[in-house]
T-cell receptor, first 113, second 114 residues
Framework: DSGVTQTPKHLITATGQRVTLRCSPR?????VYWYQQSLDQGLQFLIQ???????AKGNILERFSAQQFPDLHSELNLSSLELGDSALYFC????????????FGPGTRLTVL | SQQGEEDPQALSIQEGENATMNCSYK?????LQWYRQNSGRGLVHLIL?????REKHSGRLRVTLDTSKKSSSLLITASRAADTASYFC??????????????FGTGTRLLVSP
């Protein structure tokens, strides 16, 4: 158990809908990272927050947005969902801004029908 | 896009045998890390090797790094059925914005049969 929690575990929804994925980092970790893992694209970095501020963006679509709250939990919002958004979404955390070791949550499996 | 390419894509061995996985990358790095992922679960950090190191050990794991060839290998000795998982290399690149980006490879699926 990494100490990172993600909810929900599974999410099934229809195209065009909007969903919110939630992540709680390990106690004391200030950075939260979001990743998308799909069969054709592999593990792709989406976005990083550090202590409530957006720190870096990766391959995140404009339909997707995220935020980190004062209690350091983070939410990833996916809107206007398409079939191709079906994937595993992972949250990871680390103590600082560095990328020397990230602790991954169990993931949320999103299925868009 | 991914920086790391792993080879082989899949590897099937018997318990007790050694498993070797390779990772190649394209740009200069600060460090290289290996992660394990059990089917459909989150990744678990295994080991980190810095760019000025050539070899590192952790239990049954041995990692080598050749920065001149931009490649790394992960050796798992005396494999067990519980080692069955996907293994990913991840390279840390420090961007001029100060962001330390971790870029994951494509992964090697290891199957260890009893």
């Amino acid at each position: 158990d990494s100490g990172v929690t993600q909810t929900p575990k599974h999410l099934i929804t229809a195209t065009g809908q909007r969903v919110t994925l939630r992540c709680s980092p390990r106690s004391g970790d200030l950075s939260v990272y979001w990743y998308q893992q799909s069969l054709d694209q592999g593990l792709q970095f989406l976005i990083q927050y550090y202590n409530g501020e957006e720190r870096a963006k990766g391959n995140i679509l404009e339909r997707f947005s995220a935020q980190q709250f004062p209690d350091l939990h983070s939410e990833l919002n996916l809107s206007s969902l398409e079939l191709g958004d079906s994937a595993l979404y992972f949250c990871a955390s680390s103590p600082g801004q560095g990328a020397d070791e990230q602790f991954f949550g169990p993931g949320t499996r999103l299925t868009v029908l | 896009s991914q920086q790391g390419e792993e080879d082989p894509q899949a590897l099937s061995i018997q318990e007790g045998e050694n498993a070797t996985m390779n990772c190649s990358y394209k740009t200069s790095i600060n460090n290289l890390q290996w992660y394990r992922q059990n089917s459909g679960r989150g990744l678990v950090h295994l080991i980190l090797i810095r760019s000025n190191e050539r070899e590192k050990h952790s239990g049954r794991l041995r990692v080598t790094l050749d920065t001149s060839k931009k490649s790394s290998s992960l050796l798992i000795t005396a494999s067990r059925a519980a080692d069955t998982a996907s293994y990913f290399c991840a390279t840390r690149r420090d961007e001029n914005t100060g962001f330390q980006k971790l870029v994951f490879g494509t992964g090697t699926r290891l199957l260890v049969s009893p």
